[in-house]
């Protein structure tokens, strides 16, 4: 079956660079979430998109940004890089039909030098 | 953890015996999940309980939900040294929608 695809895996950046990830939901799901998992931390939830739109919003820092397009792939533009961005970005998925449950990729190693 | 604590943070059983993570939380629920974790890996779902029940199983899971306590406990039994893995509870809000709030997670570590 399909899961959630994202990319890249490994992303290895300097600090105030840019960094652009990408998600491809699983095919027909309507809502797509991005988390951010620091070093032994709990994943913290950043935005959320629904049928393109933006949902709902967490604690993202005003230098990230997001968009969900019309082919439902989904992007997380981080500028301005500072070294606690470090983490695994995770990109997860889910439909009205489903029962709540989230699909989560396998996520994006960032590192800030 | 926005949400809640998990306990034990750790936790190093023996193949064979159970396991038993505890999950709280602070706010309304819709539903409680469990997720699993391998180290660097992606989260994957492993149950759902909602709010108006009380008690889920799924094959060597047991999960218990307490909204009078605001706590959720999650067994595994007869555990594998391949449940070895970071388990986290996750709960949907009656506030926030449909994002997840995850807790701080248990390491589980299950020697052979």
Known sequence: ?113 | SQQGEEDPQALSIQEGENATMNCSYKTSINNLQWYRQNSGRGLVHLILIRSNEREKHSGRLRVTLDTSKKSSSLLITASRAADTASYFCATSQETSGSRLTFGEGTQLTVNP
């Not at chain 1, 940004?65 to 533009?77: C, M, P, R």
């Not at chain 1, 301005?80 to 489903?98: I, K, M």
């Open chain 1, 1 to 113: 079956a399909a899961g959630v695809i994202q990319s890249p895996r490994h992303l290895i950046k300097e600090k105030r660079e840019t960094a652009t990830l990408k998600c491809y939901p699983i095919p027909r799901h309507d809502t797509v979430y991005w988390y951010q998992q620091g070093p032994g931390q709990d994943p913290q939830f950043l935005i959320s998109f629904y049928e393109k739109m933006q949902s709902d919003k967490g604690s993202i820092p005003d230098r990230f940004s997001a968009q969900q397009f019309s082919d439902y792939h989904s992007e997380l533009n981080m500028s301005s890089l500072e070294l606690g961005d470090s983490a695994l970005y995770f990109c997860a998925s889910s439909s009205d039909q489903n029962t709540g449950e989230l699909f989560f990729g396998e996520g994006s190693r960032l590192t800030v030098l």
